[in-house]
């Protein structure tokens, strides 16, 4: 079974709706575990469990962290929007994540770079590379005029919305695009030693934009993100 998570109920709702339920079973089985709805059922004809984990990188570890104890997923698949990072992705373009790092942990005055965490043997979480390149391939069938670009994802708990603080983060982290839940989810899945992918449309441009463009492309990011994750049930 793969689990998959969105932040937003835009995001689930859509693929709720094509999703079919398991064995006899005409509609997808709803359980409610730590104040989220986790709905198990099929899509595109394989067994999934999908979960809106609500916005911010502590929903997102909770959702993550049911998944892998009370459903015990193969893999973890986290669908979304984000902020674009760099020049060359534009708004309506799709990220696949070669890793994820959480840009808000900073405990420099203990010594660390900013993103480490200390007495942890990992902070930079790498995302699994052949749901990667499933990703990509359904994406270009099901997207062809989207871009595709492999990158880091970079998470915490802030909507990036300033121009300054978008350059201190690509100086910080080279990361491709910033949003509120990828790496917490990526960290979980680590600790729990269950490949994941974070795919991201890109909404805005993550600068002194972001409030006028976040609300004009979101829903054509999350189309985009939709056709993508049952696409790739497909070929998984």
Known sequence: MIGIIGAMDKEVDDLKAVMSGLGEESQPKVEKHAGMEFWTGTLSGHEVVLVRSGIGKVNAAVAAEALAAIFNVRAIINTGIAGSLDADIDIGDIVLSTDALEHDMNVKGLGYERGIIPDQEESIYVADEKLRGVAKTACEKVCPDVKVFEGRVVSGDIFVSEKDMKDKMIASFSGMCTEMEGAAIAHTAWLNQIPYLIIRSISDK???????????????????????????MKML
């Open 206 to 232: 993550a600068d002194d934009s972001a409030e006028m463009d976040y609300p004009t492309f979101q829903k054509k990011a999350i189309e985009n993100s939709v056709k993508l994750v049952t696409e790739m």
